[in-house]
């Protein structure tokens, strides 16, 4: 039996439960991150302030000096556990092994899946459509045989996208990209 791995990644998860929880951050620079002057570093930046550079792990006052006009709050840790728990809790809902990656990502073995719920793609989209509706927040998707190509492919399908990548397609699919898309290999590596 062919097996079907579904990786869920949490769009901008922190900022994406700041933004429910205050609307009014919505469509500005946001930086979930400690204090700059305290040497915080970013933990989650918004698509608006990620397309002026900023990225987790910097340095949140060099994450001000490329983009002047975001707003940074404190992470609120409990905050987040609680919607990664709700997420978790709709995963539940649609496969018998769920592989936790982190608070907003994992992985999902639809493997024999297809009589409950159907093809995975759709699973992927009923999945997606249910975070949204009940929890309002965006996620993307990569289907695929196995973990590696699924987690590539929800890199691929960034932000709020599915990618399935068909059971045979998978060098075809992954030749033509960037080594970065290839999980921990960075720079560096």
Do not use: Q, W
């Amino acid at each position: 039996m062919e097996r079907d791995i579904l990786h869920i990644d949490m769009d901008a998860f922190y900022v994406s439960v700041e933004r429910i929880a205050d609307p009014s951050l919505r469509g500005r620079p946001l930086i979930v991150g400690g204090a700059a002057c305290s040497r915080g570093v970013v933990a989650c930046a918004s698509y608006e302030a990620r397309e002026a550079g900023v990225h987790s792990a910097m340095p949140v006052g060099r994450a001000l000096s490329l983009c002047p006009g975001a707003v940074v709050v404190p992470p609120n840790f409990g905050l987040y556990e609680r919607a990664s728990k709700a997420v978790f809790g709709i995963l539940k809902r649609y496969a018998p092994v769920i592989e936790p990656a982190s608070i907003d990502e994992a992985y999902l073995d639809l493997t024999g899946t297809g009589k409950l719920f159907g093809p995975p793609r759709d699973v992927a989209l009923k999945i997606s459509r249910e975070i949204v509706g009940r929890l309002r927040l965006a996620s993307t998707l990569g289907v695929a045989s196995n973990r590696l190509v699924s987690k590539v492919a929800s890199s691929v399908a960034k932000p709020s996208g599915i990618m399935d990548v068909a059971h045979g397609y998978e060098a075809d699919i992954l030749a033509p990209l960037g080594i970065h898309y290839l999980p921990a290999v960075g720079p560096k590596t």
